[in-house]
DNA sequence: CTAATGTCTTTTATCGTGAAAAAACAGTTT
DNA sequence: AAACTGTTTTTTCACGATAAAAGACATTAG
């Protein structure tokens, strides 16, 4: 798993920092966004639950925004005095929590290459190199061990299974057998339930984007997430739902790493959802079971020919 | 998730301890067995290998041998001087893992009533009452959360929700799909496969369960685990195999807090494991199909007549 | 008297630290 | 020279401590 000597890659001043406060920065940014639309701020339980963050955060947004004379705050008043700048922003890389830093590092090293099945991953050697505590990355490989690409050895190291030809087979095989039953259930929910109306909302956008597919072609893989995830919650089953976090783990570094005939793939899988839409609509279970297992199919190959033969020959 | 005001329950001396020497304690332990079979102990790596630890704590265990009169220890030579009494074993509880410690207790809350679903769980206050570190039950909380039962919610507390009915049937909507597809590629596996004899052997243990039932009923629970799991392996799929660790954990909590009927259930189910084996020697698929389902369609009805009322009510 | 603000307490997230256990290295024995 | 023992270095595991964030309580405004 070896990469750089040390470099303090993402790491910021090396000394007793306990918690970055990137909740705080991360909600300042989203709420200098709401700044634009409105002359004055609601109330701090509001904004608490508008931002997802507790009023003690959005006490010391209110605070550093009064600071910086975007507003006026006194008690309930909170009038907006001027627009934001963009330099009134944190910068992106502040607001990342530190799960998703070790994540993108681990994956980043995974997918570089060199990172053989079978490797074993030393928690101190990469909590060095992120620049990061042991615990936070213990608490990563742990979170990470349930998408199977790494295993624990017990009282010791964690082990590479790597991202194979096998892994990617294993994978489609659950999700195929999830989703026609997470589809199937689907079809068969009552004309009045809300996922219809999600679902005609979700035909819209893909009308949509087949209409720009040349410019837009990269917000396929948003969409794609959304829609896949509305079908899997009709299963009502926890396991399916939780399943579909594998999934797009998966297929979020897969659309970022394998970009040969990104725009071809993606038209012809807007096609393939839109399809699958129409049978969905139609609520015929033989046309669904078609259209979904046709989509499928061409998503795993799209997979599967991503792997590198390189990648696929280990199995200790 | 309140319970008890304090008692340190499972906690021992209050003080900076580090890390329990629990993996010496353990691997000495059944050191120890190993010395009523043989005159002398054999070389150190191959000690290890047998005990399943490093070759520092077999030095360990070597030394307090030697120490406590057991063995004599020059270099190679390592013979055994005495059989081991009753008290130089270290007593059962110092040989817990912290992982074990934290999920029994856990589960004893859980299970002990007064465990409503929506109800949230308080790291700090857990690890207080377990009497133990913070990082161990957070840890614990990250691992133990695939099972279904509880949720985080993002930079707060994490919710319980319950072992109820809908859980229950959740669970083995995702078993009956996993060991029907295992059932049939196990029936599709070559003659000279190994896991024929592997079966064989399950199922000469079964016959003999059934002969002894009366009085070994509680032997039962084990050995439905080693007959579903090697089921699963047969479908060679990760996803697949560590699902069973969720059944395992569920079904070993609810053999140990529902009595009721023991004997019978346990009768009837190995009547039923019997004929599924019959099933799967005849590698006829519509038999296997019909033997796992029919075995599958008791074994939920066990678990959901053992889930009170009570318990499957609310939902947030 | 409800819903906000102001203040104080508790919990979570993360780190550095030190003992237990593993692993690597070096020197012996057969 | 292969496999073992003796020694040293690394890594894992678990803890307490501390800042960030959440949550609870008290007070005040509408």
């Not at 008043?77 to 502040?94: G, H, S, Y």
């Not at 956008?205 to 969409?223: G, K, P, Q, V």
């Amino acid at each position: 798993m070896r990469f750089k000597p040390a470099a303090a890659s993402a790491g910021m001043n090396g000394s007793g920092m306990s918690k970055s406060n990137n909740v705080y920065k991360d909600a300042y940014n989203r709420c200098l966004r709401l700044l634009d639309e409105t002359r004055s701020l609601p109330s701090e339980p509001e904004l608490g639950t508008l931002l997802g963050v507790s009023r003690t955060t959005v006490r010391s947004i209110l605070a550093r925004m009064e600071e910086t004379g975007l507003i006026a705050w006194n008690k309930r008043a909170k009038t907006v005095l001027r627009e934001p700048r963009p330099d009134d922003f944190f910068p992106e890389e502040e607001t990342d929590t530190l799960a998703e830093i070790i994540e993108r590092s681990f994956m980043r090293r995974l997918l570089a290459g060199g990172a053989e099945a079978g490797m074993q991953i030393n928690e101190l050697e990469l909590a060095r190199e992120i620049g990061v505590g042991t615990t936070s990355v213990r608490e990563f490989l742990i979170r990470f061990s349930r998408f199977g690409l790494i295993e624990k050895r017990r009282n010791s190291h964690w082990v590479l299974k790597g991202f194979t030809r096998a892994f990617a087979l294993e994978l489609t095989e659950i999700r195929e057998m999830f989703e026609l039953r997470s589809a199937a259930a689907f079809a068969a929910l009552p004309q009045d339930s809300p996922v219809w109306a999600d679902l005609e909302r979700l035909e819209d956008e893909h009308r949509l984007l087949a209409r720009e597919i040349t410019t837009r072609f990269n917000a396929f893989s948003e969409l794609d997430e959304r829609f896949h995830r509305l079908i899997h919650r009709a299963s009502h089953n926890r396991f399916i739902v939780d399943f579909y976090d594998v999934i797009a783990m998966i297929f979020h570094y897969h659309y970022q790493w394998n970009k040969a005939q990104e725009r071809e793939r993606n038209e012809v899988a807007v096609g393939e959802h839109l399809a699958y839409i129409e049978a969905l609509k139609s609520r015929d279970l033989g046309k669904v079971d078609a259209a979904c297992r046709k989509h499928l199919k061409s998503a795993r190959q799209t997979l599967l020919t991503s792997i590198p033969e390189s990648r696929s020959l280990q199995k200790p």
